[in-house]
């Protein structure tokens, strides 16, 4: 029978009011394609910045203070009670390379300053080593700079990398100027975003042969996108596209547009077959969105 080994420690550094509780460190398992044995993987404790590149999947339902994880080849759950706050100069999380990320409702991840909170990569020219992100609740929060424009919240960059967003909050960082001027979502370089629900506050960008698909009943005025999801949670957002970059509006069976999803209004309803996206992980959540309260104590908090 496999032996458990778990471990945790404590981190050094300031405590974020009320999001960052205690410090301790998570551990994994890594099961063989025999299912013969189970190794326990443990994070490194004495690093800023937490390799994982084991085949493993890794949960983190623990709070970690300027602690960042690079992931490889290797899938990151983030649960409810999880939050990671960057260490400097890192995104929260970084995937890369045939990397899975899922999100749970109460996760929280905030970026350092300038660096993106969470960052989804292929790292090399095909989509065979593509990564992929499910998105259920909890927010991805841009770093606050003092000095520069503040953090993206999640840049999804390379050949077939997807990311499929169900709830959640994307929040840009704000900037020396106390504007918010991250991006609170970011395509590039052939990757794709599908947005089923969600709360989105900072504009978005897609770039070089990439795609954002919002899912509902939308319209686009010029680059603003308004209209309401599925599960009636509304949107305004404005979406700057680059080098051939596209924003699609689908309409799915579930809703009955008075507009339907269109460059330009139209007084006919749409119904269309619903896509039936790749889920890994868990049920589909309805949106968690943090508080004002808790958004509050993280901007004026900061990063010391």
């Known amino acids: 029978m496999p032996a458990v080994l778990r ?38 404790l004495n690093s800023n910045v937490t390799i994982l590149n084991d085949g493993a999947v890794h949960t983190i339902n623990e709070k970690f203070y300027r ?21 400097e100069d890192w995104p929260g999380i970084r995937l890369v390379t045939s990397s899975t990320f899922n999100m749970l409702n109460g996760g929280i991840v905030q970026g350092w300053q300038d660096t993106p909170a969470v960052e989804l990569h ?54 020396q100027d106390d504007n918010m001027e991250g991006l609170s979502i970011i395509v590039q370089n052939f ?10 506050q900072g504009e978005m960008e897609v770039g070089k042969g990439s795609n954002i698909i919002f899912y509902g009943c939308f319209l686009q005025y010029g680059a603003t996108i308004t209209g309401e999801f599925v599960d009636g949670t509304q949107l305004d957002v404005v979406v700057k ?14 809703q009955v547009c008075d507009t339907q999803p269109s460059m ?21 959540m309805r949106p968690c969105l943090v508080s004002a309260s808790i958004l509050l104590a993280v901007l004026l908090a900061g990063l010391s």
């Not at 994994?28 to 044995?37: A, E, M, R, T």
């Not at 596209?241 to 579930?254: M, Y």
């Open 7 to 44: 471990l945790t420690s404590s981190a050094a550094g300031a405590v974020l009011t009320l999001l960052l509780l205690s410090v301790r460190s998570v551990s994994s398992v890594l099961v063989d394609d025999n299912n013969d044995f189970t190794l326990e993987r443990s994070l490194q």
């Open 67 to 87: 602690k960042s994880f690079h992931v490889r080849n290797t899938t990151l759950i983030l649960e409810k009670g999880g939050s990671i706050v960057a260490a």
């Open 122 to 175: 292929n790292g090399q020219s095909s989509d065979d080593t593509a990564s992929f992100a499910d998105i259920y609740g909890g927010a991805i929060i841009g770093g606050k700079s003092v000095d520069g424009v503040g953090g993206d919240a999640f840049y999804v960059h390379g050949f077939g990398t997807k990311a499929n967003i169900f709830g959640g909050l994307f929040m840009g960082g704000i900037g």
């Open 191 to 200: 990757a794709s975003v599908h947005i089923y629900s969600g709360s989105f």
């Open 241 to 254: 596209t680059k080098n051939d970059g596209k924003v699609s509006l689908v309409a799915v069976s579930e």
């Open 264 to 284: 330009q209004p139209t007084g006919f309803p749409t119904i269309s077959p619903r896509p039936t996206p790749a889920v890994s992980y868990g049920e589909m």
